[in-house]
């Protein structure tokens, strides 16, 4: 059921406390394929590791060249310290890469207490 009409795709990927979340979706936003690092069978604290993120873009890398794909817009949310992996996992692979979105959220301490009344 692998359609091989796609150009370009967009590829997002959750990097959460404990788990990396991959989501392939075409350009309207339906999903195409999904993987987690507790679909490879690891878990605890095994799930946030460099290995097991290698062993999800494996599976991705493999099913982008299943389905013809030569355009990758990347999507990148959450905090981790192996973002740079991904990016370099893609650069060393013959997709090209049309746009980078980082979406990590900082917090700036919200809103401030209202000052104390001195009588």
């Known amino acids: 059921m692998i359609q091989n009409n796609f150009k370009s795709i967009r590829l997002n990927i959750l990097f959460t406390s404990n788990n990396i979340l991959c989501t392939i979706t075409n350009l309207k936003g339906e999903v195409l394929f999904w993987t987690s690092a507790g679909s490879k069978k690891t878990r605890g604290a095994k799930k946030v590791t460099l290995t097991t993120l290698v062993s999800i873009l ?10 013809k794909v030569k355009y990758i817009h990347l999507n990148l949310k ?24 980082n979406n ?16």
């Open 58 to 67: 494996d599976s991705i890398i493999e099913y982008l060249i299943q389905l």
């Open 78 to 101: 959450g905090f981790d310290k192996h973002k740079k992996a991904v990016l370099k996992c893609f650069k060393q692979s013959f997709f090209t890469i049309l746009s980078i979105t």
């Open 104 to 119: 990590s959220l900082l917090s700036h301490n919200g809103c401030k207490n209202p000052k104390k009344r001195h009588i």
